[in-house]
Every structure is written in structure tokens, then in C-alpha cells.
């Protein structure tokens, strides 16, 4: 049976990248990093690992797939929010949001879409 490993990411900066990412997560490099690649993996126990490539795309304002961030309630969900801009993300408009949504949609300083979702509401 597969699993996955990884959770790969195209950056256009793979220092600046892995810099949010660590941040925002708890995450460390696995190995050192080098300008064209890192992975990174959770300080502590086990979890996915985010791997950050050099990629000449550009980022997608609708991507395929992003990544869904989980908060425990809508106060972690905006304190987490708030702490992830904070570390250079920003708030992106997004035109295909539901009427009471249960995710807040962010970009990384990479402009990665990604979203921070409140579990609590089901």
C-alpha cells in the first residue's frame, strides 16, 4: 500500500520559502537546503513532509491542488490567521468563496494558495 511522503511545493525562492514554511509549521530542513531544493519535516513526531523546488512556473492564481491548513475553532483559525501574515503571507480575494465559509484562503510570500480551515464546524 502507498502513503504519502511528501507534499511538493514550486518556489521561485527556496530560502525565503522555507523560511515561512518552517515557521508557519514547526518544520525543520531535513537535510541542509541548497537554492534549488529542501524538505522539510515536523521538529517533533512524525507528520507529511513539505518539500520546496526551484520552479520556473508561475504560480497559479486558481491552482490544482494547495494545501488545507487545520485550526481547532474559528479563534484559532483567525489567531493563526493573523500569526501566518505576520510571517509574510498575505490575504487573497477570493471570488469562489461560499456564502458562510469554514476557510480563510492565504497566499505564502511565494504565492502559493493555501487555506486555513476551521474543523469545528464540521
Same mark, same amino acid.
Given at each position: 500500500m502507498l502513503s504519502i511522503g511528501s507534499v511538493v511545493l514550486g +518556489?521561485?525562492? +527556496?530560502?525565503?520559502?522555507?523560511?515561512?514554511?518552517?515557521e508557519a509549521l514547526g518544520y525543520v530542513p531535513r537535510e541542509e537546503a541548497d537554492d534549488g531544493w529542501v524538505v522539510l519535516v515536523p521538529a517533533e513526531g512524525p507528520g507529511v513532509q513539505l518539500a520546496l523546488g526551484l520552479s520556473e512556473t508561475p504560480v497559479q492564481e486558481r491552482p490544482r491542488a494547495h494545501?488545507?491548513?487545520?485550526?481547532?475553532?474559528?479563534?484559532?483559525?483567525?489567531?493563526? +490567521?493573523?500569526?501566518?501574515?505576520?510571517?509574510?503571507?498575505?490575504?487573497?480575494?477570493?471570488?469562489?468563496?461560499?456564502?458562510?465559509?469554514?476557510? +480563510?484562503?492565504l497566499a505564502d510570500p511565494e504565492g502559493n494558495r493555501f487555506c486555513v480551515i476551521d474543523t469545528s464546524r464540521g
Open positions: +518556489v521561485s525562492d +527556496v530560502p525565503r520559502a522555507a523560511a515561512f514554511w518552517a494545501l488545507d491548513l487545520y485550526a481547532r475553532n474559528a479563534v484559532d483559525q483567525a489567531a493563526e +490567521v493573523e500569526r501566518l501574515v505576520s510571517l509574510g503571507a498575505q490575504r487573497v480575494e477570493w471570488d469562489l468563496y461560499p456564502e458562510d465559509p469554514d476557510f +480563510v484562503v
